[in-house]
């Protein structure tokens, strides 16, 4: 019997260490490829996404934050793909987001899955 997932959730990977949010924006493009390599197919996406910027408080550097909103399984595999694109460049860490924080991948969920 396959392993029970667990339900989905809001889940933040930060990609750590650009030193201007124009760099750390430059990531965008290689991650969405890599989360929907065909953009043009029909929805919904497997894993609903979207990104952010953060600040970091310790130094002057800027963190590209990718949400999504799955399982925690999911979540990981997510965040070891980013890892692989980065290489050892960055520090990758995943950790359970807000919902309130990112409403649009719950809406996006619910609405894929039709539960709206």
Known sequence: MP???DQPRVYEIRIHGYPTSHE??????PIERLLCPDPDH?????VPW???LAGEDTDASTTLVLGVYTSSG???QV??????LVRETRTVAVSEGEAEEWEELVEQYGFEKGLR
């Open 3 to 5: 392993p029970v997932e």
């Open 74 to 76: 999911r979540a990981t």
């Open 42 to 46: 029909a929805p919904p996406c497997e």
């Open 24 to 29: 750390a924006l430059a990531l965008q493009a």
């Open 50 to 52: 979207s990104f952010t």
């Open 79 to 84: 965040a070891e793909r980013v890892r692989t």
